[in-house]
């Protein structure tokens, strides 16, 4: 049998870690039908667990180095990263319901003889009980190599001297043994959360186009809320008007369309995506960020680009640049950016015989303070802009 060395052990447990971090941040954290499963001390924001497991991540590196025998920094720094740890555990086992209290880890050796060890060394040094001396200890600088090694006076041993020592790769074999069986009870609950989660997307995602649409958005929103953040206007509130309008001009129901496409495509990607976290199979990348559609990425992709210095390009270099491809511009109009003339009239004087085109341009000019009427247009200009592209690419 081949014996892990701390290095390979640390990045296992850093990459179990490391999975808890990603369904925190990409999923409890977006999904309140998630984070309502789980259970938040009081006076808390979402902050609280990524402080958690930011500082097991962390530990980890002070945990699985190596320890010289009778050097007080690391032997200190080994038993007080270690209680950090147990601490924030136990937390975790108490925020996601695990159902594993205090008592039951107490009952765990590979809990408690750590615990007691860190105790009696740092964290009680001299312990008193209603002000009865109970014991002393003081740390050795001779004994058994590879061993914390320490002075202890015990009442229970009429305060006579004992030399303790602890071998330091029992102490760490003790707590990984601790670490892989709590982390494997906490995977395995959120498994569970996560499970009923995705059999809720199933559902969405089969009954999307069988329900009313006012119907569908209250699932949704109930369920699926980060959905929101995929489109300038997929609000609940925005959806609701361009769905009455639908009948009053393609613009309309072309968005209610593209909201039904992308609510498809996002929940599938999810569904594929935690597909991989729970079943990875060998040489399987698991992207930490669900990777958004390309269709939603060309609505905003120029977000980033705001403060780039080379903006005011004059019209003549941005037509000569240009090869039949009009995603600057696009991106650009997403943005309602400032020089939103400039853009509006190369995309008029590209497509001026394309009366659809053109007219969606005007509507957008018309309406750049009214995201509804604006981006339904734009969404519309976009599709047929890229007929164009592809029809000469």
């Not at 039951?104 to 009865?132: C, S």
Request: net charge negative.
């Amino acid at each position: 049998m081949t014996i892990k060395t701390h290095e390979e052990i640390k990045q296992e447990l850093k990459k179990e870690m490391e999975r808890i971090r990603n369904l925190w941040d990409h999923y409890f954290l977006d999904y309140k039908s998630l984070s309502s499963m789980i259970r938040y001390p009081n006076n808390t924001n979402h902050k609280y667990v990524g402080i958690i497991i930011g500082n097991l991540i962390d530990t980890f590196d002070i945990i699985y180095t190596e320890h010289k025998s009778n050097r007080y920094a690391s032997n200190m720094s080994l038993m007080q990263a270690i209680y950090i740890q147990q601490d924030f555990i136990e937390e975790l086992l108490h925020i996601f319901k695990c159902g594993i209290s205090k008592n039951d880890l107490k009952n765990d050796a590979n809990y408690d003889i750590n615990r007691d060890i860190r105790n009696e060394l740092m964290g009680h040094p001299i312990r008193k009980i209603r002000g009865e001396l109970i014991s002393t200890t003081l740390l050795a600088y001779n004994g058994p190599e590879g061993c914390i090694n320490y002075m202890r006076y015990h009442k229970d041993n009429d305060f006579s001297f004992e030399m303790m020592s602890h071998n330091i790769e029992e102490i760490i074999a003790r707590h990984t043994d601790f670490i892989k069986t709590y982390f494997e009870k906490i995977i395995a609950q959120i498994e569970v959360m996560m499970q009923s989660f995705m059999n809720k997307l199933r559902h969405l995602d089969s009954i999307s186009r069988q329900i009313e649409f006012s119907s569908l958005l209250d699932f949704v929103f109930r369920c699926f809320e980060a959905i929101k953040d995929q489109d300038f206007v997929y609000d609940k509130e925005s959806l609701k008007i361009i769905y009455e309008k639908r009948n009053h001009h393609i613009r309309y129901q072309n968005l209610i369309d593209c909201f039904y496409s992308d609510l498809s495509e996002s929940i599938n990607g999810h569904l594929d995506n935690l597909d991989k976290i729970f079943n990875p199979k060998e040489d399987d990348f698991v992207d930490k960020d669900y990777k958004i559609p390309e269709v939603i990425i060309n609505v905003i992709a120029s977000l980033s680009d705001e403060n780039n210095e080379d903006e005011k390009l004059d019209l003549r270099t941005i037509e000569t640049n240009k090869k039949r491809s009009f995603h600057y511009e696009l991106g650009k109009l997403s943005t309602k950016h400032e020089l939103f003339d400039m853009f509006h009239r190369i995309l008029m004087k590209e497509f001026s015989e394309n009366e659809l085109i053109v007219e969606e341009l005007d509507h957008m000019k018309k309406h750049q303070y009214s995201d509804i009427e604006y981006y339904c247009a734009y969404r519309l200009l976009r599709q047929e802009v890229e007929k164009y592209e592809d029809t000469y690419s």
